[in-house]
């Protein structure tokens, strides 16, 4: 990404590593859990299980994925007619909200983290705040890169689609 210090440039490559990775790994568990099913005649329970607690990771990690780009689906059209000034105004202020409902996502997310450590996965047996840590680790991340671009938007005036090297078409 333009402009990204080197810490968040390798925080991205290795969130974008990492869900490819998970990925690669659940489309593995799946197709061994489908052949074990139909040609074994056995059910992989650990496999569903592992695959759902990747799959929910992989949904909080891209979620920063997207972030990082501002790749998040929005609708631009209303301030897509403004100035350059006016636009960057409002998304500091959408930067802004968005960063304060992450934080109290990460919060929350650690409150439901903690509270359910202690119940333990039937068919992994792990413990279920593996499950619920997604969520905080996830938008702490986006807030990482939520941050950033605030700060980028703040200090240079200028509307983050052009900080990013996007215009609107």
Known sequence: MQSEPKL????GAAIDWSVAAAGTLVIALVFYNVLSRYILHTDVAWSSELST?????ISFIGGAMAVRR????GV??????????????VDAAVLAL??????????FGITLTVMSWDNIAIA???SNGWWY????????????????QLSRVVRSG???????GREDH
């Open 8 to 11: 968040l440039r390798w925080l």
């Open 53 to 57: 607690l990747l799959l929910i990771w």
């Open 70 to 73: 501002n790749a998040h689906l």
């Open 76 to 89: 631009t059209e209303f301030i897509m007619g403004l100035k350059p000034g006016a636009r960057s105004r």
């Open 98 to 107: 968005t960063a304060l409902s992450l934080g109290l996502l990460v919060y």
């Open 124 to 126: 992994i047996k792990i």
């Open 133 to 148: 840590l997604a969520m905080p680790v996830g938008c702490g991340l986006m807030l990482v890169f939520v941050l950033h």
């Open 158 to 164: 200028q509307p983050l689609n052009r900080l990013l």
